[in-house]
């Protein structure tokens, strides 16, 4: 019993975390159909800016909203200069995110080096509930992504804003007639998705070594997360793709090696893409 519910709530938090990951990517590609490969790179941004806010001595939360901040801003010069001119070719949004990539990640390595470098736990040790102990830290990032998450969920569904985002999705020329500036929608959606992926990037490298490849640990997972729920399926389809892809990989992992374990539910999400294309959900969220 007590191995289920640990196996159970490893699942849970990995799922959530994953789910903070590939949230950003979820935003961009559901929302403004734009194919982000350059999430990875954003994920290593917002790493290596908390690692120098942390560095200066910035506290802990405070360097993450920075880090978050920072990120949005390199997402908004990108969309206004690139991006913006090619929502109508995902083709094109695709290689040139690609692009920015690849390009980013040269500019890490020239600026910051190829060196290992980490950010101190700022809330080491477990919280001991008798039956179990959860990683306080880990915990913590499961119930932001949660939060995040409801937060977005409010947003989308219960502002004006949101109907007309989501009107955006369905059909421009309504989203137009509901008085919505297309454009800037497409901005405010892209820099959001940035800054998410800012925060995504600060709060998980704690729990890794940062490099400038850090991101790309996501970069396969978030996409697997985002088709595998159903694109354009921000909400349920980012919580259910991310249980499905950090679920499964931790049962498999029981029994057997990490590596063989990523190949099998990999193996798994492409079993499901073929005969469900658009993903476990389909309709709007």
């Not at 802990?60 to 109508?88: K, T």
């Not at 985002?165 to 959606?189: D, H, P």
Request: hydrophobic share 60%.
């Amino acid at each position: 019993m007590s191995m289920m519910l640990s196996v159970f709530v490893d699942a849970t938090l990995i799922t959530l975390i994953l789910a903070l990951a590939a949230f950003g990517l979820a935003i961009i590609f559901g929302l403004a159909g734009v194919i982000n490969l350059g999430h990875g790179a954003m994920l290593t941004l917002g790493a290596y800016f908390m690692w120098a806010a942390t560095t200066a001595g910035i506290p802990f939360f405070l360097s993450v909203l920075i880090a978050g901040i920072g990120v949005s801003l390199v997402g908004l010069v990108l969309e206004h200069l690139v991006i913006r001119h090619f929502y109508d070719k995902p083709f094109d949004t695709l290689l040139l995110s690609w692009g920015f990539f690849m390009i980013t990640t040269e500019v890490i390595k020239i600026v910051f080096g190829t060196d290992f470098r980490n950010v101190a736990n700022p809330i080491p040790g477990a919280v001991d509930f008798g039956i179990i102990q959860l990683p306080a830290y880990r915990s913590l990032i499961a119930i932001f992504s949660l939060l995040l998450i409801a937060f977005t969920a409010v947003v989308f569904y219960r502002t004006s804003l949101g109907i007309k985002i989501r009107a955006l999705i369905q059909n421009r020329e309504v989203a137009s007639l509901l008085g919505l500036n297309i454009n800037r929608a497409y901005k405010l959606v892209f820099v959001f998705g940035c800054f998410v992926a800012g925060i995504a990037g600060a709060l998980i490298c704690p729990m890794l070594s940062i490099d400038p490849y850090i991101g790309n640990v996501f970069l396969i997972r978030s996409f697997f997360v985002v088709t595998v729920g159903g694109i354009g399926k921000l909400l349920g389809g980012t919580l259910i793709g991310s249980f499905f892809i950090g679920g499964a990989e931790t049962f498999f992992a029981l029994f057997s090696k990490q590596v063989f374990a990523q190949t099998v539910v990999f193996a798994l999400a492409i079993f499901i893409l073929r005969f469900r294309p658009d993903g476990v959900l389909k309709g709007g969220d």
